[in-house]
């Protein structure tokens, strides 16, 4: 059991993410409208615009690093995972898990990315461009963080969430689920690298509790991979490659997230899911 | 290991007025190394993004810059500048 499960309730059998209670309106009401913490801090830093809004400890530590100081960078990453490891934020759900999180019948809103915006300048303004979703009874509430859902969100059955989680999937991009220390399950989002916040943090700089990997480590079953490459390419993780020697796909277990997108792209099912806790070297790589 | 000190960059603001408007530096750098952010939201609706000063480039991963100076080729307002650390003069 990670400590997300230990957290929020989950079991050997459950991860916490398929627990309903953890879609319901408890985890909101510790937010009063107008209060958040965040909205607080950003409001009156986006007014003033200056560089304060960016003088985080993850920046400090990633100029740093720019400026050859790997002590003081090393330093804030290691303070700040100490922190966070009693808050984790988000963690990798396979495909197949995100059905099952849709099935349980919040409410769910598709909304903007903020991450793509940011690195990309990407606009989505339609659920055509949507790529993130919002899940919960918070959601009916939305309105009270304008900082976040910028403006609009588009309501769906659960039959079109499905719909979009599958179509941003086969275009390539992982889910992961965030939330925020257990206080609320903010979204489920369609993500990949670079333009990824959490995936950056926890890639580039460490920081391990900004993105937990899933419940599963994917396998490569080497009877029935043919070494067709249709996987290869969709792993945000540096995880999967060709290995010309056997001629098949090849899957690092250490550097796998479980995010699945090699096994729902392969036509042949050759990719498998394993627990990753009923595997003595991996219970423990999170 | 060598420390690896990466490039400094410079972001000339009087002439990049609209980021999110042109946005292509942020959209040809390899790494991402470069983020927009509005500088001013109004109450639900996004601010216009072709109004100067709406929204700013900002320097987001530098340790990431190889200093391969695509951004600079591709702005059209000569308003970036890509210079490793002994060009600079420190
Ligand atoms: S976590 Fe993913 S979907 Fe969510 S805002 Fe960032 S890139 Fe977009
Ligand atoms: S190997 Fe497959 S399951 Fe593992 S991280 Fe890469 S794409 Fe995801
Ligand atoms: S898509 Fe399936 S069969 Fe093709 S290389 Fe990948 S694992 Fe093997
Ligand atoms: S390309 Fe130049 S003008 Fe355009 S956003 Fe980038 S810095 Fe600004
Ligand atoms: S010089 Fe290259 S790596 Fe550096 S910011 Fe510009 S495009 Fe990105």
Redesign the interface.
């Known amino acids: 059991m990670c400590r997300m499960c230990d957290s929020l309730g989950g079991d050997a059998a459950n991860p916490w993410y398929l627990n309903p209670k953890n879609y319901s309106n408890r985890m909101y009401k510790l937010r009063e409208p107008g209060k958040g913490p965040q909205q607080a801090a950003t409001a009156g830093a986006i007014e003033a615009g200056g560089e304060a809004q960016h003088a985080s400890p993850i920046n400090t530590a990633i100029e740093a690093k720019a400026n050859g100081d790997m002590e003081t960078f090393n330093k804030i990453i290691g303070e700040m995972n100490k922190r966070a490891a009693l808050r984790p934020g988000c963690q990798v759900v396979p495909l197949h898990e995100v059905m099952e999180v849709l099935d349980m019948g919040m409410p769910v809103a598709a909304m903007q990315c903020i991450c793509r915006k940011t690195t990309r300048g990407c606009e989505e303004c339609s659920l055509k461009e949507y790529t993130g979703l919002g899940l919960g009874t918070g959601m009916l509430k939305w309105e009270r963080w304008p900082e976040r859902y910028r403006g609009k969100v588009e309501f769906l059955s659960t039959k079109q969430a499905k719909e979009f989680v599958e179509f941003w999937d086969k275009k390539g991009f992982m889910h992961m689920l965030m939330q925020e220390g257990g206080d609320f399950i903010g979204g489920l989002c369609n993500c990949d690298y670079p333009d990824c916040l959490p995936i950056r943090q926890r890639i580039d700089y460490g920081l391990t509790a900004q993105l937990v990997k899933s419940e599963y480590v994917c396998f490569v079953d080497w009877d029935k991979c043919n070494g067709c490459g249709d996987c290869l390419g969709r792993c945000d993780f540096n995880a999967l490659k060709y290995e010309a020697t056997t001629e098949k796909a090849h899957i690092d277990q250490f550097q796998c997230f479980g995010c699945g997108l090699c096994e729902t792209a392969c036509p042949r099912n050759a990719i498998e899911y394993r627990d990753r806790k009923q595997i003595p070297g991996l219970a423990k790589v999170w | 290991m060598e420390?690896?000190?990466?490039p400094v960059i410079d972001i000339d603001r009087e002439r990049c007025t609209t980021?999110?408007a042109c946005?292509k530096c942020?959209?040809i750098c390899p790494?991402?190394v470069?983020?927009?952010?509005?500088?001013?939201?109004v109450?639900?609706?996004?601010t216009d993004k072709y109004l100067p000063g709406t929204y700013?480039l900002?320097i987001?991963?530098?340790?990431?810059?190889s200093g391969c100076n695509r951004c600079v080729d591709v702005c059209p307002e000569d308003a970036i500048t890509v210079r490793m650390l002994e060009e600079v003069g420190a």
């Open positions: 420390a690896i000190i990466a980021p999110f946005k942020l959209q790494t991402a470069l983020a927009v952010h509005e500088t001013r939201m109450r639900l609706e996004e700013r900002r987001a991963y530098r340790d990431k810059c």
